[in-house]
């Protein structure tokens, strides 16, 4: 456990060094067994392949290619016999066997590279498809799948802990004008403004999607009815005081919402039927408006509602 710490714990370098250094001793003392010495030469070079930098495959051929020149030097300097034929092969195996591992080393090295480029390629192409497959382009927000899978997740984690839950619904006041009256591209920017003062006006904790269009989804957990209610007129009202820039003039903005409580029992679409019916119920008394779903609502019908903040 002593190497645990160290960039290569397996110490696959100094191993090296030491097996080149053995077999270029072995060279010299082999005598006419020399000639397995290239094979086990080989084994030692294509032992860190796949554990080694380029720059440590280099300097470990270069020490290779020094330590059996030597070998071979000597060889031939204290050898009794003259330097023959087979003395020549065996250095020309040598040769060829450390040319040979290092390009072949090197050109491993290459693959790896590459491969290590394509896997993080491919992983920052994912990443952005998980954003693109839950993420609003235009806002930035949540979008309707991702939401779903949130407020499901948030309904579990309430069936677990008792917390409160409660969904609203938000609806930009005559959209459709903005759109028809000054464009697309002003009602795009206006969907972008409208997305960060609702973010800048909730908690941390809340989530914000779209859900479609000009309507959005705001899921606040472990709140009180009344607390979220002053959160969503914080809303309305921080809604109502922005300014859009237009060549024409600044545009104004209103909202209306539906804020609906998760009862015991109920599915998330449930509750977001109540939020939906005290969001029509804002709209048929004026607009402009939170209205707060009763506690027990006769869904499938579009019910008054209580209505919270008078019309701008």
Same mark, same amino acid.
């Given at each position: 456990?002593?190497?645990?710490? =160290?960039?290569? *714990?397996?110490?696959?370098? *100094? ?12 060279? #010299? ?42 070998? #071979? ?14 003395? $020549? ?28 480029? +394509?896997? +993080?390629? =491919?992983? +920052?192409?994912?990443? &952005? ?12 927000? *949540? ?18 802990? !008792?917390?409160?839950? =409660?969904?609203? @619904? ?46 959005? #989804? ?16 914080? &809303? ?21 919402? !539906? ?5 015991? !029992?109920?599915?998330? @679409? ?6 939906? +019916?005290?969001?029509? $119920?804002?709209?048929?008394?004026? %607009? ?9 609502? %006769? ?7 209580? *209505? ?5």
């Amino acid at each position: 456990g002593q190497t645990a710490r =160290l960039a290569d *714990p397996s110490l696959t370098v *100094p191993q090296m060094v030491w097996t080149i250094t053995s077999g270029a001793v072995a060279y #010299v003392l082999a005598g006419e067994a020399r000639g397995i010495v290239p094979s086990v030469l080989a084994m030692i070079l294509f032992f860190g392949t796949f554990g080694l930098s380029v720059a440590e495959v280099i300097g470990i051929g270069v020490y290779a290619l020094l330590a059996f020149s030597c070998a #071979v030097a000597a060889t031939t300097r204290f050898s009794t016999s003259p330097f023959g034929y087979l003395d $020549t092969a065996y250095a020309l195996m040598v040769l060829i066997v450390l040319g040979g591992s290092i390009a072949l080393n090197l050109r491993i090295q290459r693959i790896r590279a590459r491969l290590s480029e +394509q896997r +993080q390629a =491919l992983a +920052q192409a994912l990443a &952005v498809n998980r954003e693109l497959a839950t993420r609003d382009e235009l806002t930035g927000l *949540p979008n309707r799948r991702a939401m779903q899978d949130l407020m499901d997740l948030e309904h579990r984690r309430s069936l677990r802990s !008792g917390r409160p839950m =409660l969904l609203a @619904e938000l609806d930009i006041d005559h959209f459709k004008r903005i759109n028809d009256s000054h464009g697309h591209a002003t009602g795009d920017r206006a969907l972008q403004a409208f997305a960060g003062v609702v973010r800048a006006s909730v908690r941390d904790t809340d989530v914000l999607g779209r859900w479609g269009g000009e309507e959005f #989804v705001l899921l606040l957990s472990d709140t009180q009815s009344d607390d979220a209610r002053e959160l969503l007129e914080r &809303v309305r009202l921080a809604v109502a005081g922005m300014e859009i820039p237009h060549p024409s003039g600044s545009l104004h903005m209103t909202l209306s919402a !539906g804020l609906a409580l998760h009862l015991p !029992g109920d599915t998330v @679409e449930l509750t977001l039927e109540r939020a939906d +019916q005290a969001l029509y $119920t804002a709209k048929s008394l004026g %607009r402009n408006r939170i209205v707060v779903a009763p506690v027990s609502p %006769r869904v499938g019908s579009k019910g008054p509602g209580q *209505p919270l903040g008078a019309r701008a």
